[in-house]
């Protein structure tokens, strides 16, 4: 399994960014792929998430209505596009991803790690990518 974040940089406040994630070495209706950043002195959180194959999406509430998640199964790609970006949007941002389901005999279970974005439940991360946002 790997993943390849790529798309930061510096962009001014109110401006917009478009983050990629390209996954590889698994299938991306058993897996979400979720979006984390970590600020200087801040602890890690999740900011985004997609599974089901793109049918499921989660955000956390600082970037709700802001950003958005999306992928593009044909090309193993999961996008997060930022609007209306703040200071506070400043950090590191990886892409992680950990198996959402698996079949258990007949049944399928299903762990929906966009629920909660914990950061132990995604197995395989991706390097970062460093996003400014400034004035």
């Known amino acids: 399994v790997q993943l390849q974040a790529s798309g930061g940089g510096s962009v001014q406040i109110g401006g917009s960014l478009r983050l990629s994630c390209v996954a590889a070495?698994?299938?991306?209706?058993?897996?979400?792929i979720a979006w984390f950043r970590q600020a200087p002195g801040k602890e890690r959180e999740g900011v985004s998430c997609i599974s089901n194959g793109g049918e499921r999406t989660s955000y956390s509430d600082s970037v709700k209505g802001r950003f958005t998640i999306s992928s593009d199964n044909a090309r193993n790609t999961v996008y997060l596009q930022m609007n209306s970006v703040k200071p506070e949007d400043t950090a590191v941002y990886s892409c992680a991803t950990g198996r959402d389901r698996l079949m258990d005999g007949n049944k399928i279970v299903i762990f929906d790690l966009c629920a909660e974005m914990i950061t132990h439940e995604f197995r395989y991360w991706g390097q970062g990518t460093l996003v400014t946002v400034s004035s």
């Open positions: 070495g698994f299938t991306s209706d058993d897996y979400a």
